[in-house]
């Protein structure tokens, strides 16, 4: 048996229709106020993408597909260490400060 899964043209361009219709319905509804903290959450999006970047790395068969894949999985990576990043410090934003205002330091 061969484990080399091939996807068609159509096929692809229907997965990614699919995906694109799916991401705006899910993210048209959010309200904006709510949206940095969700960001958190789906950031998995991210991991998704470095699955599909290593699994088209290994599926590659010339050199020019191995350093597109490296260059995918590199990127993806980036891009989701980065989100996290991101979304971290967005969320420092809802936390109280200790210091309160119309306080000011006594000396």
Do not use: C
């Amino acid at each position: 048996m061969d484990p080399v899964v091939t996807i068609t043209g159509f096929v692809a361009l229907y997965i990614f229709m699919l995906a694109a219709f799916t991401g705006y319905e899910i993210i048209g509804k959010v309200p904006s106020i709510l949206h940095t903290p969700l960001m958190s959450g789906s950031n998995f999006v991210h991991g998704i993408v470095v699955v599909g970047a290593m699994w088209a790395l290994l599926n590659a068969g010339s050199t020019l597909e191995q350093v597109i894949g490296f260059f995918g999985v590199l990127l993806g990576a980036g891009n989701a260490a980065g989100g996290y990043v991101v979304t971290e410090r967005m969320l420092e934003m809802f936390k109280p400060s200790d210091k309160r205002p119309g306080t000011a330091d006594k000396e």
